[in-house]
């Protein structure tokens, strides 16, 4: 997989959020996207993802066989994970993982899922009744184990205990080894240790 930004720019009204960034990414590797809170951190990622459109410049993929993908398809070839990302509340965790398969095949089966989570005993429970933490986990394991070779992880530490962020790490390592990874993060290590690039956001204000 290959994105390549040329002069790309994102404004809210007047305000930019970022401007003039040009930059390739390829292959597979961790990309730590780094900046403050409200520095831009969270929308370059969607831009990059192509859930926002950015104000200015263009977003190109290609496969790997240097095929372009048109924008609109390019949601099959990833996955992302925010702790803003909503669940649906009314879902059972089961149903949430049987959901979610329906449009993109994940690495592992649901048991497998629910035992790496260490959410067994959370089954059939409404994801609504699941505490912040809870949510999280299954918001990442269903990033990381989606079979798909790009990866966004917005502050993907949020709302883990010390275990949790164990866990996160464990399957990183285990699972997203082949994967093009963008984190977004505010400068925590635990969540972009296995980054070999990054990028200051804030180096592209206008």
Known sequence: ????????????????VFKNINLEFENSGGVVILGGNGSGKSTF???????????????????????????ESIFR???FSSPYLELFDE?????????????KPLLLGNTEIIELAYLDKATEKPIKHFS?????????????LSDCPILFLDEPTSNLDSKGISWYK???????????????SNNQENEYFFCNKSINIEAYKA
């Open 132 to 144: 912040s933490g809870m949510k999280q986990r299954v918001r990442l394991a269903l990033a990381v």
């Open 77 to 79: 070839s990833l996955s």
């Open 170 to 184: 464990e399957i990183i390592e285990k699972y997203a080894k082949n994967k093009l990874i963008f984190v977004g």
């Open 45 to 71: 990622l969607k831009v990059l993802a192509g859930n926002t459109l950015p104000s200015e410049g263009s977003i190109k993929y290609l496969d790997e066989q240097s095929r372009t993908i048109a924008s």
């Open 91 to 103: 879902f059972s965790l089961k149903e949430t993982l049987n959901f979610h398969s329906k449009f």
């Open 1 to 16: 997989m290959k994105i390549i930004l040329k002069d790309i720019g994102k404004r809210f009204n007047r305000e930019w």
